[in-house]
């Protein structure tokens, strides 16, 4: 289940893969970059987007100096730099929140200049284990089984024990892990509302609109968040994070292809591979990312077994 972020050593293999797309009509080629290496994580992607931007948790440039920064989603030159770390990366508008490790915190920015807007500390709790943004707010579930709400100012205006994972609370109804299980209770009288049995997942759930999405060990399901109800489920090829559009979900394959499947149905839209095809035997396979600017129709995918970041734009979003 979700839990504090497993961040794996670099390795420093030579050569490394250096990866294309095949001919296809799906995407056009942007830009790429060989000098960052991404990091495993089975929380939240260390890489997301937002308008105009790529953000991204890595290790970058020559020395592989460890870092957290935004691209510019067009170009892929770095725009933003954010030097403190966190173990846990969301993006909510203009404004990207860190979670860390160790002692918990978290702290925000403002993704168009970096600037630091404030920073909150929640005593004697250890490590942000999973944290999200909804509402104007910001949820954070910590190591030691603690769930806070935070406000934009960084104010803590709710928090309670809780030995199962909270990931977020909207119009007073709480999402939480369960036994191999998603669960929403109410707020208020902390009665069951729904628990729909999902199967084992390590993966962050993604609450978009009104759809919780969630990557299970067998399966990707699409979930109805008022009901709990599954409205499709769909084998699980993924290695990585699922990026969700309002018409499509991307993903990188088991079979070395850059995925779309139709957000409503689950319906495969497209199914493009990359060449030299990924060694799935390889460690840490899990930390391919793909990550998007909607506003410019920008896909960006990571592959954690190289140092290449590449970017397209996507023909028919």
């Not at 987007?49 to 100096?65: A, D, E, F, Q, T």
């Amino acid at each position: 289940m979700p839990g504090c972020s497993v961040i794996y050593p670099i390795l420093l293999e030579s050569p490394k893969p250096e990866y294309v797309l095949e001919t296809n009509g799906d995407y056009v080629f942007l830009w790429d970059r060989n000098d960052v290496k991404m990091e495993h994580n089975w929380g939240q992607p260390f890489m997301i987007g937002s308008p105009g931007k790529i953000v991204l948790r890595g290790w970058v440039g020559k020395n592989l100096l460890q870092k957290t920064y935004a691209l510019d989603s067009l170009s892929g030159n770095d725009v933003t730099p954010i030097t403190r770390l966190g173990c846990e990366i969301i993006v909510d508008g203009e404004y990207l929140y860190t979670g860390t490790c160790g002692q918990a915190r978290v702290i925000s920015y403002n993704i168009q200049s970096g600037e630091l807007l404030w920073e909150t500390s929640f005593p004697w709790e250890k490590s942000v284990s999973s944290l999200y943004a909804a509402e104007d707010k910001i949820f954070v579930y910590t190591s030691t089984s603690n769930f806070f709400v935070l406000n934009k100012n960084g104010e803590i205006i709710k928090n309670f024990h809780s030995t199962k994972s909270v990931y977020l609370e909207i119009n007073n109804v709480l999402y939480m892990n369960d036994v191999l299980a998603i669960r929403a209770v109410d707020a208020s009288s902390m009665q069951e509302l729904w628990r729909v049995d999902v199967g084992s997942y390590d993966t962050a759930p993604i609450v978009d609109g009104e759809t919780i999405f969630v990557t299970a060990w067998k399966n990707i399901h699409s979930i109805e968040q008022a009901t709990g109800k599954i409205t499709w489920s769909v084998p699980n090829d993924a290695v990585g994070n699922l990026y969700i559009t309002d018409r499509k979900i991307y993903y990188i394959s088991k079979d070395s292809s850059l995925v779309s499947l139709d957000r409503a149905m689950g319906n495969e839209i497209s199914r493009v591979k990359f060449l030299p095809e990924f060694d799935i035997r390889a460690p840490y396979i899990g930390g391919y990312y793909v990550a998007g600017d909607p506003s410019n129709d920008v896909i960006v995918v990571s592959f954690i077994n190289s140092n290449q970041i590449i970017a397209f734009k996507v023909v028919n979003p």
